[in-house]
């Protein structure tokens, strides 16, 4: 077997790539850019057999493949940087009953247990040096196995927070202008009072968790009930038409609700305006007008709606992202 030195400088540049890009994923607001491809890329393989089947189940799947994919590709760069380490020298590991050094296979055996820190004493590291190598590839697979558990448990929490959100919005109405009629006060003058007090600190909450693990924006939901991203586009339509078309008053929490919801927006990197071909039409308010509910002049209303364009384009190419279309969630014109 040929002596390669080389390759304890290209195992060790793997190691630092893959520190770093654990460190931002996890510990950090952010995350790797090798975590980032990778989940772009398994989102974008369920997204397309969604499309080529018509079936929702693949999008369920989303939560788990991707922190599958990662902890694969976080574990495969580990195992790859201390198995060229070790192969850089001939002798770096010697087989326990002979002290005959080992070859590739035996190599990558002892690196895949030294990293799972069990241990075996069919090989042994050759000299202090190789010890001490040793010692740091148990260290760091322990490490990493450390990360991977905190990692698992805090998504976990911030999923269930997302799916409780996303059903309490579904639980308002089917539609926004079916929530504003349901939570319109009359006597009071006051729309979605009631409403917005219900759903506001979850909904702050859930903003700054997609700050803080950008990997949750890739989640989808498998039906209407659970798709956050639909609750989102309907709560925030929702929000639209009780600003800028329902001549009533409106409650403090509808300024932070939106506000929340833009948070949100700001965090989505991925998704870009120009996938949209149209921008959403102005929804129908035939059924707030046969609830006698107070609306502004179609000529101010429309004027509010144009300058709400490109907000209203990033929602549909939010939606749109995830398997629906704008038709299926907003009631447009001539259309209750």
Same mark, same amino acid.
């Given at each position: 077997m040929l002596e390669a030195p080389l390759l304890v400088p290209i195992g060790i540049a793997i190691l630092i790539v893959l520190a770093i890009d654990l460190f931002r994923t996890v510990a950090q607001s952010s995350e790797g850019r090798l975590a980032r491809i990778t989940q772009a890329s398994v989102q974008k393989i369920l997204i397309f057999l969604y499309k080529i089947t018509g079936r929702r189940a693949f999008l369920s799947w989303t939560s788990s493949m991707l922190i599958l994919g990662l902890l694969t590709m976080w574990i495969a760069l580990l195992y790859l940087g201390w198995f060229l380490i070790y192969l850089s020298s001939d002798e770096s590991i010697l087989r326990g009953k002979d002290e005959v050094p080992?070859?590739?296979? &035996?190599?990558?055996?002892?690196?895949?247990?030294?990293?799972?820190?069990?241990?075996?004493?069919?090989?042994?590291?050759?000299?202090?040096?190789?010890?001490?190598?040793?010692?740091?590839? $148990?260290?760091?697979?322990?490490?990493?196995?450390?990360?991977?558990? $905190?990692?698992?448990? $805090?998504?976990? &929490?911030?999923?269930?927070?997302?799916?409780?959100?996303?059903?309490?919005?579904?639980?308002?109405? &089917?539609?926004?202008?079916?929530?504003?009629?349901?939570?319109?006060?009359?006597?009071?003058?006051v729309v979605l009072d009631h409403a917005l007090d219900s759903i506001l600190d979850d909904l702050i909450e859930f903003a700054q968790q997609q700050l803080d693990q950008p990997i949750l924006n890739r989640f989808h939901g498998p039906s209407k009930g659970r798709s956050i991203e639909r609750a989102l586009v309907v709560i925030d339509e929702t929000l639209t038409m009780a600003i800028f078309a329902v001549d009533s008053d409106l409650p403090p929490a509808s300024v932070q609700a939106q506000q929340a919801i833009t948070d949100y927006l700001d965090s989505l990197q991925e998704i870009k305006i120009a996938d949209v071909a149209t921008a959403p039409p102005i929804p129908d308010f035939t059924p707030l007008r046969e609830a006698d509910i107070p609306l502004y002049d179609d000529d101010v209303i429309q004027s509010h709606y144009e300058r709400l364009t490109a907000r209203r384009e990033k929602l549909q190419a939010l939606i749109q992202s995830t398997g629906w279309t704008w038709h299926e969630i907003i009631i447009r014109r001539g259309e209750a």
């Open positions: 080992a070859t590739v296979a &035996e190599k990558l055996y002892f690196t895949g247990f030294s990293i799972s820190t069990l241990g075996v004493g069919d090989y042994i590291p050759n000299g202090a040096v190789w010890q001490m190598v040793t010692v740091l590839c $148990s260290v760091s697979g322990f490490f990493l196995l450390t990360f991977i558990i $905190s990692f698992i448990v $805090s998504v976990i &929490e911030k999923q269930a927070l997302r799916r409780r959100l996303a059903l309490h919005i579904h639980y308002l109405g &089917e539609s926004p202008q079916a929530i504003i009629t349901k939570y319109w006060q009359p006597h009071e003058n």
